[in-house]
Each structure stands twice: as structure tokens, then as C-alpha cells.
T-cell receptor, first 115, second 114 residues
């Protein structure tokens, strides 16, 4: 079974620029998550989708971050404009359902450096 | 909001030493508990999980964890570590019946010396 795919793996941008990350979940997984992992910290959930609807985006900085999951499969996370404190690894995860008993599978992440 | 604390940020052990990594959470309701591991250059993967039943759960690669409800703890243990256990370990908690959202601890970086 193919895992969660993410691209790009690395991205370096200047502050105030925009950036987008892409995630392709495991086939058939209805639930998709985006996490932000700042160096030295654990992952922090940004947004959770169930199919193409948002379940929770309470920790997403909506003034600069946006995410979509068209057609309930792939997802993109965008930052516009980026700030220095956005430097982090952005992780995508998926699970087969939205209930709490399903394991989340993580992708390799995109490491963003904002200079 | 719930929080998860991992007390040891860095641990260095020699091979064959015993390991115990602490994890405490703040939520008072019913929770599901997880330990994830991230080996160097690899993505996060599930080590073990506790949903209900026997509070002593066994995971992959000889790891186990014990849920102590009265202490809000879910400590990870391994009797004898190997060099290949060098990795970062994350404890995570999910409030049951509140979706599948995970709250992670800050992680513990383990280095095992050969």
C-alpha cells in the first residue's frame, strides 16, 4: 500500500512570499490532516478534513494560511504571505475514518525555511 | 485545552540499557493514547496505542507502555535498547468522541550508543 505523499520535500522562500504544499493521502482514506512541526516541538494540528469538508481548523492562522481538499482526495496548504516564524516541517496525515479509533499515517513532510 | 508533557527532551543510553520515557497528559476525560517514533530521515510511524482494556500494551520492536489513569500517564518502556532505537519519540493523546485529532507532546530524542 502506498503511503502518504507530499511535495515538495524542501522549500526555501523569503518572508512575505507565498508557498503551497501538496498532499496525496493513502487511497481510500476519508480523513486528512495538516500538522505544523516547529523544530524542537511536537506536531501541532492545523486543519482536519473529512472528505472535502473541514472538521476542525481552530488552530489554523486564517489570516495567512489556507487549505483545501477538492474532490475529497488531494489537498493543498498555502501560506501567503509567509513570516519567519512559519519555518517548520509541514506534515500531512490521513486515516480511514474520522472516528478516534483509526490510526493516522504520516507523510515525509515538507521542510519550509523562511528567510 | 488538553496538553501532553514529555519530561525528557534528550536521553542518551548505551546498548542493552533499559529505557523509560515519561508522558503525562492533562485531560480528565476518556482518552486514547499513542506513542509515535521518527527514525532519522524517516516519517512518523505508530509504535503502539491504547484504546481500552489491559493498561499494559505491547508495540513493535519490543516496546511497551503502561497506562496509569490515576497518574494521567502513559510511559514508554523497553527492557534492552539497541543502537537502531535511536530516534525521536512522541507521545500523543486523543479525546475519545472528539474526532480523531491528536495532541502531541514535545518529543524525546533518544540516542543509543553502540
Amino acid at each position: 500500500e502506498a503511503g502518504v505523499a507530499q511535495s515538495p520535500r524542501y522549500k526555501i522562500i523569503e518572508k512575505r512570499q507565498s508557498v503551497a504544499f501538496w498532499c496525496n493521502p493513502i487511497s481510500g482514506h476519508a480523513t486528512l490532516y495538516w500538522y505544523q512541526q516547529i523544530l524542537g516541538q511536537g506536531p501541532k494540528l492545523l486543519i482536519q478534513f473529512q472528505n472535502n469538508g473541514v472538521v476542525d481548523d481552530s488552530q489554523l492562522p486564517k489570516d495567512r494560511f489556507s487549505a483545501e481538499r477538492l474532490k475529497g482526495v488531494d489537498s493543498t496548504l498555502k501560506i501567503q504571505p509567509a513570516k519567519l516564524e512559519d519555518s517548520a516541517v509541514y506534515l500531512c496525515a490521513s486515516s480511514s475514518a474520522g472516528t478516534s479509533t483509526y490510526e493516522q499515517y504520516f507523510g515525509p513532510g515538507t521542510r519550509l525555511t523562511v528567510t | 485545552a488538553q496538553s501532553v508533557s514529555q519530561h525528557n527532551h534528550h536521553v542518551i543510553l548505551s546498548e542493552a540499557a533499559s529505557l523509560e520515557l515519561g508522558c503525562n497528559y492533562s485531560y480528565g476525560g476518556t482518552v486514547n493514547l499513542f506513542w509515535y517514533v521518527q527514525y532519522p530521515g524517516q516519517h512518523l510511524q505508530l509504535l503502539l496505542k491504547y484504546f481500552s482494556g489491559d493498561p499494559l500494551v505491547k508495540g513493535i520492536k519490543g516496546f511497551e507502555a503502561e497506562f496509569i489513569k490515576s497518574k494521567f500517564s502513559f510511559n514508554l518502556r523497553k527492557p534492552s535498547v539497541q543502537w537502531s532505537d535511536t530516534a525521536e519519540y512522541f507521545c500523543a493523546v486523543n479525546e475519545r468522541n472528539a474526532g480523531n485529532m491528536l495532541t502531541f507532546g514535545g518529543g524525546t530524542r533518544l540516542m543509543v550508543k553502540p
